[in-house]
């Protein structure tokens, strides 16, 4: 009788997209307060503490494709490359080098990160617009992005929809550079200290959440400058905005908002990465 158990990629295709809903749902409010103190208006201005779930649509709606882009792209990256080396140590006759194992994860991150990215920073821009208040709310902002197009054309709504492209590769691909290599290392290195094959969603979160707070406060003034760009009222170029920054309020403007943002990502590594390895867990039937 034929196995019903579903492929790998299915399997990525699920787990990642329940993970991405679960972690961006419950974790909203934080990433709220984070977009607000790091908007140029200032925190109070920008909403404070009311109204923490504005733009909760945006994120419902693009938080499954854009997780599930991710993991299926990393799960199928990774284990291709892992394929490839074990193929070369086999017909080489050289014994095969585990130490590239985390260069293998950086590569499969990094691809799976700019695929992502194509639902993610639209989103992103939609909800942040909502979340400053520039917007009563997503459907809204997403409104006001479109009428633009009779003064600035299609190509204009694409840009705008997609604006910040640039620094989000720059912030998500060394952030995922950092989290996904270490949380690899933690799970091998439970494997081998326990003797088991698999790994527990317990474990994995657990894991998830200590790579994901190292990463998050690494990368913070990467992310100050993608608020700042997605916020802005006119495009503006990296530079320039860097520069801006520094003449407006100097370095520690790109630490705004460190602490919510540590806190969060701690936490929705442990929520993300979990319940994606309780889902994958559970499909593949592991235990």
């Given at each position: 009788?034929a196995?019903?158990k579903p492929t790998?990629?299915?399997?990525?295709?699920?787990?990642?997209?329940?993970?991405?809903?679960?972690?961006d749902?419950?974790?909203?409010?934080?990433?709220?307060?984070?977009?607000?103190?790091?908007?140029?208006?200032?925190?109070?201005?920008?909403?404070?503490?009311?109204?923490?779930?504005?733009?909760?649509g945006?994120?419902?709606?693009?938080?499954?494709?854009?997780?599930?882009?991710?993991?299926?792209?990393?799960?199928y990256?990774k284990?291709?490359?892992?394929?490839?080396r074990?193929?070369?140590?086999?017909?080489?006759?050289?014994?095969?080098?585990?130490?590239t194992?985390?260069?293998?994860?950086?590569?499969?991150?990094?691809?799976?990160?700019?695929a992502?990215?194509?639902?993610?920073?639209?989103?992103?821009?939609?909800?942040?617009?909502?979340?400053?208040?520039?917007?009563?709310?997503?459907?809204?902002?997403?409104?006001?992005?479109?009428?633009?197009?009779?003064?600035?054309?299609?190509?204009?709504?694409?840009?705008?929809?997609?604006?910040?492209?640039?620094?989000?590769?720059?912030?998500?691909?060394?952030?995922?550079?950092?989290?996904?290599?270490?949380?690899?290392s933690?799970?091998?290195?439970?494997r081998?200290?326990?003797?088991?094959?698999?790994?527990?969603?317990?474990?994995?979160?657990?894991f998830?959440?200590?790579?994901g707070?190292?990463?998050?406060?690494?990368?913070t003034p990467?992310?100050?400058l993608?608020?700042r760009?997605?916020?802005a009222?006119?495009?503006?170029?990296?530079?320039p905005?860097?520069?801006?920054?520094?003449?407006?309020?100097?370095?520690?403007?790109?630490?705004?908002?460190?602490?919510?943002?540590?806190?969060?990502?701690?936490?929705?590594?442990?929520?993300?990465?979990?319940?994606?390895?309780?889902?994958?867990?559970?499909?593949?039937?592991?235990?």
């Amino acid at each position: 009788m034929a196995s019903t158990k579903p492929t790998n990629f299915t399997t990525a295709l699920l787990a990642g997209g329940l993970a991405g809903t679960t972690v961006d749902l419950s974790l909203f409010p934080l990433d709220t307060l984070k977009t607000r103190l790091q908007s140029s208006q200032g925190f109070i201005a920008s909403g404070g503490f009311s109204g923490i779930y504005r733009g909760v649509g945006s994120a419902i709606f693009g938080s499954a494709p854009g997780a599930a882009l991710f993991f299926c792209t990393y799960e199928y990256s990774k284990s291709f490359l892992q394929a490839r080396r074990q193929a070369s140590g086999l017909i080489d006759g050289a014994e095969v080098g585990e130490w590239t194992a985390p260069l293998e994860h950086m590569a499969a991150a990094s691809l799976g990160e700019i695929a992502a990215c194509a639902v993610r920073v639209p989103t992103e821009v939609i909800k942040q617009r909502a979340q400053a208040r520039q917007y009563p709310s997503s459907l809204l902002a997403l409104k006001g992005i479109l009428g633009q197009s009779g003064t600035i054309g299609l190509r204009g709504v694409w840009m705008e929809l997609y604006r910040g492209w640039s620094v989000t590769i720059m912030r998500e691909v060394p952030f995922t550079v950092i989290q996904f290599p270490l949380w690899e290392s933690m799970k091998e290195y439970r494997r081998r200290t326990s003797g088991k094959e698999g790994i527990s969603a317990v474990e994995s979160g657990l894991f998830g959440s200590a790579a994901g707070a190292v990463a998050a406060a690494v990368t913070t003034p990467l992310d100050v400058l993608k608020t700042r760009m997605m916020l802005a009222k006119e495009r503006t170029a990296v530079v320039p905005l860097l520069t801006q920054i520094l003449k407006d309020s100097g370095p520690r403007a790109f630490f705004a908002g460190i602490g919510p943002r540590v806190i969060w990502i701690s936490a929705g590594g442990a929520i993300f990465l979990g319940s994606y390895q309780w889902a994958y867990n559970s499909l593949s039937g592991q235990d």
